[in-house]
Every structure is written in C-alpha cells, then in structure tokens.
C-alpha cells in the first residue's frame, strides 16, 4: 500500500510546516501595528489582512500553525468521513442496485494515511515560511500579556498598537471519575490511532461525537454514542435530530439517549463504562473512549489581567459587537469569543476585528450570517433563526418544507432521508433561517445563507432555475410551494 | 356533523363504536373498576385507559348498552379506588401529588414495571373522572358521590409542581431519579393536560406555562398543507376526544387564523398524502390506507423470525414524513379522524376494513397490522385489542355523530377556566352555559 510509505514523510513534511522545529524567532520591531497571538484560522486571516493593508504584524502561535482545523479538527474528521461514506456505500450496496465485493474490509492504516497525506498538503499554505514571506513575523512560544500594550514571548517583548486575541479553544472533558485514569482520548489526540479500536463509545452527541461516532462505526467499530440530553445536536431542529439518531442506528451504532455517563474503570483489560439513564444502570466493556468533544475557549496562561482583558472560563475573551475587548487596543477573534465556534466565523470575526482595530471600521459581528453543518451522514446544515428563537422574539414564522422524498435527484441518488425547511417572516417572503437535512446540506445551505446576505426573498428564489436534476432543487421546490401559496396564485388556480 | 353518511356506514360505525365500548364493559376488574392496557393475559392497568373507560361507560349508557347505575357502580368503584390510593410517592405507591404512575398492578393498583409518574396520562385520566362528573349528574346519593370524588381527585393534582421550577410541564417523574428529561418540545398531545393544568381552582400552573410550551410550535407548509405540525397523527387527536376545537382559537391560532380542529383536518390530509406519495414504498399505503401513528409493531415478531433489511419497531409513535415508518399502520387511526375529516376518514375505515379483515379480529381494531410481513398467509396484526385505541375510537365516533363527550365538556367549568386562562377566545366558549343541560340522551 503506497498510502503507507507515504505517511511518515507526509507527517514530517506537515510538522516542518506547522510546528516550531528548526524555526528562529525574528527580532522584534520597535512596535507593531498588530500583534496576532494564535495561529489557528482566525489568527493567520487577521495577519494576512492586516500585512495586506502593509501593518506591521507579528502572529504567536504556541503549537502548531493552522489551529485545531488543520491538525485537530475538520480537515483530518472530513477526511476520515469521506472514507467513512465510502464505506458506507459499500455496505449499503443493494440500496443503489449494487453489489459489495464480498468481504469488504477496512485498511484502518491505509484510511489514516490519506488522512495525514492531505492534512499535510492543506499545511503548505499555512507554513511559516509563507508567513514570513508575506512580511509577518512569526513567534513560536507561550504569549503572556505584561501590560496594556506589550506581550512576552519567549526572549523578547513585543509593543504593539492593536492585539488581536485568537487562541482558540480546546477540548472540555467533563470530571467524569476514574476517565483520566483508565486514559480517554479527544480530538486533539484521535487522529493519532494507528489501530482501529474494536469496541469504542463516544462520550457527548454534540456535532463531533456524532460525526467521529458514524465514521468510526463504518470502520467496523463497534461504536456506542452515549449522549445526556434526549436527542442529538440538541440546538437543532428536533426531525433533524431524530433522523440523525435513525442514521446512526442503521449505522449500527449503538445510540445511547439521555444517557450519563458516571464512572470509568478499567478490569481484566477493558474499560467498563457505567452509565444511567433516568433509574437504569448499566456497565458498558469497551477498548476506547473518546470524550472532550466539547470546547472551551483558551484563555490560560495569556495574563489577560495584565491587559485588562475581561474573560471568562465559559463564554471566553468578552468582547462587544465590534470584536473589542475591555481594552480598547486589543481585541479578539475566533473561537476564544464565539458562541458559533467554527473555522468559517473564525474567518469572518478575524476580517472584522482587523477593519476594525487598523482602518477604523465599524463592522458588527451581530450583522453576520452565520451557516453551519454538521458532516454527518446525511448532513445537517442551518443557517440564520430557528423557529424557536424567532418566536422568541414575537417574528410570525412560516416555514416551508420540502422532503427530500420530493426531490428527484435525492431519490435517484437513493439519498431522500431529509428535508428542506426554509422559515420565512409570516406575510413576507423575508427568509428568517433554514435547516437542510441532506447528504450535500452543507453544500446546499450556501444558497440560502447567499439569499439571505443579499436580501433576497423566497418569491424571486421561486424564479431562479436550478439545473434539473440536483438536490439543491429542493430549494426552488420550496420557494414555488410559498408562492403558490400567493392570493394571485389561488386566484389563476381558481379561474 | 352534518356530512351525510350512506345508510352502510351508519351500520359500520354503530358495530365499531358498539365493540370498542365494549373493552371497557368487558375488560374492568369488578373491585377496583381499573381496565388493563390491552387485552392480552398480564396486562398492567394503564392510567390513561382507565381515563378512557370513564369516558366511555356515558356512551354506554346514552346507547343503552349499561344501565346507568351499572355505569355509576363501575365509576365509582375506579374514583375511590383512586382517592384511597397510596400517594405517598413510594416506589410502589399508586401515585404522588395527585398524579399516577403510568402502569399499576391489576391487583393491588400499585406501580408496576418502574413506570413514572406520568403528567399526560393523568389527564387523560383526569379527563375522563371529569367527564363522567358532567354527565353524572343525577340526584343520587351515588351521583353525587361520584362528582365529589371527581372533583377532589382534580383538586388535589399538583400541577405545578410539575413544572420543575420552570415553565412548562415535565413529562414524568419516578421516586429513583426524580423528573425525566425527554424533552418534551414542539406540538404534541399534551393539550389537554395543559388545560386542565391552568383550570385547576387549586394549583393551577404558572400562567407562563402555556405560552412557554406553545412557543415550541411549527407551522409548517408541507405537501400544500399549512398547518401546526406533529408527526405522529394521535397528537391531532387525543386532546379532541374531550374538548371541541372548533371555533375556538388561543393566541397562535389567531396568528394563523386557524383553529386545532381545522388544524387536525389538514393534519388527516397530510397522512393520506404521504400514504400517497409512500417513499419508502411500504406494503399496501395509499390513499385508502394509512394512519402512522402511536401503536403496537412487528418489532419482536421480525427478530423472531429473522426478518431482516430494515428495522422494525414494537410499541412506537410513528408518524409523517419524516418517520419512522416501518411499514406498520393503525387502522383506528383514521376512525379517530372523523369528525374532522369524515370524507376521507370513512373512505379509509371501509377499505381499510375490507383489504385487511384480520385488523378488526372480531370487530374490535387491533392496535396495528402491516402489510408487508408475512405472518402464515396474512399481514401481521398485533394480537388482541389495547384499551387507548378503542377508547379514542368510541369517543370519536360519539363525537362524530352526537358530539356527546364535546358536550359535557364544554359544560365543564374547570375545562372552560383552563381554556380562557390559556387565551382561548370565540365560539362556544363566548356562549354562556352554566344553566344549560348538555342536552343529552340519557
């Protein structure tokens, strides 16, 4: 297998790109325009702007540049999920008039050196050498404020007129007894596994424990995901939550609901998981556990009291609408402020942080429209309100909803398990959010978050021909079903 | 109702409503009055069918199919019963704060299979000791007896309590673990439990309940149906075996210039559409044939035989359009949805009845039957008859036709208080009826 011999070198190649081995901090300039402290995605967009609008930059990264989405997070998960579907597919096989070869078996070693292959290939353009190229100075080291306006880094001091805080988060694994003892495993360290694990249970149904969960059980894990709360992704949308849990179970993993897990110990071998439901209790022997799929903003060991920066452990780095903090040189991006803590708002905060802080902008994070989705399969993307919330504030909801059922092309693909529901402004065609449950929803959520930046209503969605047959169909699907629903629609129905 | 009937369907739904009364007059113990889950030997005594029983012996008597001191005899025997039982809360009480636990003990009315202490079947249970305190309203010292203990029963319902400190109701609790956490949100069939939480004289829910709870609505447009969704078509049904929705509207179905009955019509509709549409091309669906609903299923009968290539469920809410559906349906189901939609409702019972005879063993609805199991020469039917079904059978079959239960309760002044208290205005409920007579056969 070439994948194989590949690996090592692929490893290497990504750890000299990201990590500090061989690198020489530079000399300090006297004062930096912007000092960036975190190399994860919000951090590198706000040097490359700031350097593109010729600043003086200096970015700190402690670890490894690219943050948790290079090297922890969506670019290694995606990849094993891509092998995961393929997979999938394959034991699925009669559902699309196919045939599996016989045994189909899984080159767990093979699937995670093409894992590491592309982390490293997506590496290259986040080097610090191309930092450095673009005229940013890169610090590797622990950043400690030591004033208002100055940062220690390892054997230096640097002065800044703006900072910008993005250290990130990192996994929150929840004191669960004897969890640290018998060893667990997060995000940060499962990509690691060289061996698949035969028995493994996912501790948190949040949008990675479901995600790693359905990939690992593909693999032939036998997978149980043991979630608190009485459903999946609880912020979603109750149907899309339930056809997850019926996907995962198909999956045959073994789907655990309102479901704590209480202690952890490890006997003649094996880690025995007790957990409870309501009054039932019962002990569950696995090989791994992965746990901490939740995520805690950074904040330690940045002496943010030295800045006067106000934080908090929970919600993180405080900041007002304009993305700056209690110090009005430093402000802060990314998932250490975020309540929506993924790669693309990490982006877009870091762009409006550094208008802000260097050209005087005035661009709110509260004016953004945030999608996001979860890469499960089928997937399950949102964008803008939910009904809940929007009834919370007293907005009249409509919502239009199109099965996928209903969608040619999902049925010809044999992937019509979803929806499309697109809530609207009750008596407009104003679009308010949308959820799509669909194999491609990520993809398919683009639209409508474009229609809704742009203010575009359902009515002229309506009149936007979409190239027959696609899934994304669905969406236009939903936009006649409202204007069908027009006085003047009823009226030439009627005649 | 003024749909017409042809004379055959008159006969059918006299034959239908006669057998589903007659679980209740055939299956209650003679001491206590309880009435078992189902009919199949072992059976616990479910709280919400023993709501249904006391709903439905008025049917029987209007009918003349029990006397009315065999009626009174039977109600009083479930209300004392009731009133004497343990409430202490213990792991084998019969209930606490006024609620039950969901499943007793035929014997001794004590919790059975660590069942919770279930907040919706004691309205349905409830609702039922209600209804019978309506249409009992005779000058015996019996009757009498039968209100008073109607009405403390009502009165000594905690219901917020069952708020957990927050704003709306918790779904269960059990002695071992206190409130269960199953995130009970969205439409669902909780709406009679709600009214008859905020029309309690006595502790009534924090008046924040209701909206707390309606704020989780949808109102969806789906196959060309706006409506207020729910899956599972009993949540479009049970609240209406006791309250009549017509015309009257609380704050969100003026919003949606609706009102829940015309909401389970459109809701009727959407279940024949997918039945219709049939995307996971189920056995037998179609326009004649559906009704996803809450139900007894195959599960076990599949993993005794090896039936495999998808999974199948036992006792499940199974609902449109996004499931699940394991091909398993409920022939009751469109019973249940007469009154609001008789025309495609009837259409369903006859040919239901006609492709599927084994589903009526003997007259009286099975739970559930599917068609695309096999079962020796047959579809599987679930065996003998559970009690919620044929009391939501008989309730709407009366309700269909005479509109009897609708009546005594909306006579009920605690039914009417909860109501308005829930922001329901118009229709019946502006008319005043303390001094009227409900206007029944009896």
């Known amino acids: ?495 | 109702m003024t749909t017409v009937r042809a004379p055959d369907d008159d006969a059918l739904l006299d034959a239908l409503l006669h057998d589903a009364v007659g679980y209740f007059i055939d299956c209650a113990r003679a001491d206590n009055g309880l009435v078992p889950d189902n009919s199949r030997p072992g059976a616990p005594i479910s709280i919400a069918v023993v709501g249904f029983a006391l709903s439905v012996y008025p049917v029987a008597v209007a009918h003349g199919w029990l006397r009315r001191t065999e009626a009174v005899t039977r109600t009083l025997a479930i209300l004392r019963f009731l009133a004497a039982s343990d409430q202490s809360g213990s792991p084998d009480a019969t209930g606490y704060r006024g609620f039950y636990y969901h499943f007793l003990d035929p014997d001794s009315g004590r919790r059975v299979w660590r069942s919770e202490l279930s907040m919706v079947d004691t309205a349905l249970l409830i609702a039922g000791a209600l209804t019978a305190r309506q249409y009992f309203d005779g000058a015996t010292a019996d009757e009498a007896s039968l209100r008073e203990l109607a009405d403390a029963l009502y009165r000594r319902i905690d219901w917020r309590w069952a708020q957990n400190g927050g704003s709306t109701i918790m779904q269960g609790w059990k002695p071992e673990c206190g409130f269960l956490h199953y995130g009970w949100e969205g439409y669902n069939e909780a709406l009679v439990l709600y009214v008859l939480a905020l029309g309690s004289p006595a502790h009534p829910i924090h008046a924040g309940g209701y909206g707390a709870w309606t704020a989780t609505y949808q109102w969806e447009n789906l196959y060309g149906h706006d409506f207020l969704y729910a899956g599972p078509l009993f949540i479009h049904q049970f609240s209406h075996a006791w309250i009549d929705f017509r015309g009257i509207r609380d704050a969100f179905m003026r919003e949606k210039r609706c009102d829940y009955f015309e909401n389970s019509r459109r809701a009727t509709e959407v279940q024949r559409e997918y039945a219709l549409r049939n995307p996971l091309e189920r056995a037998g669906y179609g326009g004649n044939v559906w009704g996803l609903t809450a139900c007894d299923g195959p599960g076990d009968f599949a993993n005794a035989r090896g039936i495999t290539g998808r999974r199948f469920f036992g006792y499940a809410a199974r609902g449109v359009p996004f499931g699940p559906d394991d091909g398993t349906l409920a022939g009751w189901g469109a019973v249940a949805s007469l009154p609001f939609a008789p025309e495609i409702a009837l259409a369903a019972v006859r040919d239901m009845r006609d492709r599927y005879r084994e589903m009526v063993p003997g007259g009286r609805y099975s739970s559930a039957f599917n068609p695309g199991i096999d079962c020796d020469g047959h579809p599987w039917t679930s065996a003998g008859a559970f009690g919620l079904d044929q009391g939501i059978v008989a309730m709407m079959i009366e309700n269909h036709r005479s509109e009897l239960i609708w009546r005594l309760m909306r006579s009920c002044p605690y039914v009417r208080a909860g109501l308005r208290r829930a922001g329901f205005r118009g229709g019946w409920l502006q008319r005043d009826t303390r001094a009227r007579s409900p206007g029944i056969r009896r």
């Open chain 1, 1 to 495: 297998m070439p994948d194989r011999f590949v690996e090592p070198e692929a490893e290497a190649q990504r750890l000299a790109n990201v990590h500090s081995s061989g690198w020489r901090n530079p000399a300090p300039v006297g004062c930096y325009d912007l000092v960036v402290i975190g190399g994860g995605p919000a951090g590198l967009v706000a040097a490359s702007d700031a350097a593109g609008l010729g600043a003086r930059v200096a970015l700190v990264e402690r670890k490894a540049l690219g943050g948790t989405c290079l090297n922890v997070g969506c670019i290694p998960s995606k990849s094993l999920i891509r092998t995961a579907r393929l997979y999938g597919d394959w034991h699925f096989a009669s559902r699309y008039g196919g045939r599996s070869p016989g045994d189909v078996t899984v080159d767990f070693a093979a699937l995670m050196a093409r894992m590491r292959r592309i982390r490293n290939r997506i590496s290259r353009g986040d080097s610090a050498e191309r930092l450095r190229d673009a005229g940013i100075d890169v610090f590797y080291g622990s950043a400690a404020f030591a004033g208002p306006d100055s940062i220690d880094v390892p054997d230096a001091r640097l002065n800044f007129r703006r900072a910008l805080v993005a250290t990130g988060a990192r996994p929150d694994t929840a004191p669960i007894p004897g969890l640290a003892d018998a060893g667990f495993m997060t995000n940060e360290t499962v990509f690691d596994l060289d061996t698949l694990p035969k028995r493994l249970l996912v501790i948190g149904g949040g949008p990675l424990g479901c995600e790693l969960a359905q990939a690992f059980g593909r693999f032939g894990a036998q997978t149980t995901i043991a979630q608190d709360a009485p459903l999946f992704l609880p912020k979603e949308e109750r149907d899309a939550a339930q056809l997850l849990s019926e996907s995962l179970s198909r999956d045959g993993i073994e789907v655990r609901l309102n479901t704590t897990v209480v202690n952890v110990r490890v006997e003649e071998g094996e880690k025995r998981v007790d957990l409870v439901s309501d009054d039932y209790r019962s002990t569950l022997a696995v090989d791994a556990i992965l746990a901490g799929t939740g995520r805690v903003p950074s904040v330690a060991g940045l002496n943010l009291e030295a800045a006067g920066v106000a934080y908090d452990a929970v919600g993180g780095v405080v900041t007002d609408d304009f993305l700056r903090t209690t110090n009005r040189r430093v402000y802060a991006a990314g998932d250490v402020c975020l309540e929506h803590r993924y790669t693309h708002t990490a982006d877009a905060s870091a762009r409006i942080a550094v208008r802000n802080a260097l050209a005087g902008g005035r661009a709110r994070l509260s004016a953004l429209t945030i999608p996001w989705c979860t890469y499960t399969d089928p997937e399950i993307a949102h964008v803008g309100l939910y009904v809940r919330e929007a009834r919370a504030r007293a907005i009249p909801v409509r919502t239009f909803t199109i099965p996928m059922h209903d969608v040619d092309r999902a049925i010809t693909d044999g992937e019509d398990r979803g929806f499309v529901k697109i809530h609207i402004r009750e008596g407009s065609d104003r679009i308010l959010g949308a959820t799509i449950v669909a194999r491609h929803a990520g993809e398919m959520i683009n639209e409508i978050t474009l229609a809704m930046v742009a203010g575009i209503g359902l009515r002229t969605l309506a009149k936007v021909i979409h190239a027959y047959p696609t899934q994304a169909d669905a969406i236009r699907e939903a936009a006649v079903a409202y204007e069908r629903t027009l006085p003047a629609a009823r009226a030439r129905k009627l005649r």
